[in-house]
């Protein structure tokens, strides 16, 4: 049983610092991607960030410059620096993992239970 837990979020002013981390337990076979997405009041859910294997990393137009993606394969966390904070990043937000279980590969996704980050004066 794969699980997933977030930690790290909170409130922060505008120009602020949170650094996200997620947590993972069990056994994931091919790790297709590990990413961190988001998702604020009346809005869908939007990638803010992942690692594909092979270790490319990919990017929100809107965090790009300012939030870092990181894997710790030791400890099986996957983290997310987010810098120079704005109003308009509040949200919730979700960890992700794609993953393929054997025999067949079938493809299946992980999600957190997400963590809230509010960015306000």
């Known amino acids: 049983q794969v699980q997933l837990e977030e930690s790290g979020g909170g409130l922060v002013q505008p120009g602020g610092s949170l650094r996200l981390s997620c947590a993972v337990s069990?056994?994931?076979?091919?790790?297709?991607?590990m990413g961190w997405y988001r998702q604020a009041p009346g809005k869908q859910r939007e990638v803010v960030a992942r690692?594909?294997?092979?270790?490319?990393?990919d990017y929100a137009d809107s965090v790009k410059g300012r939030f870092t993606i990181s894997v710790d394969n030791a400890k099986n966390t996957v983290f997310l620096q987010m810098n120079s904070l704005k109003p308009e990043d509040t949200a919730v937000y979700y960890c992700?993992?794609?993953?393929?279980?054997?025999?067949?590969?079938?493809?299946?996704?992980?999600w957190g239970q997400g963590t809230q980050v509010t960015v306000s004066p």
């Open positions: 690692i594909i294997s092979g270790g490319n990393t």
């Open positions: 992700k993992i794609d993953d393929r279980t054997p025999p067949l590969w079938t493809p299946v996704a992980y």
């Open positions: 069990g056994i994931i076979f091919s790790r297709e991607a």
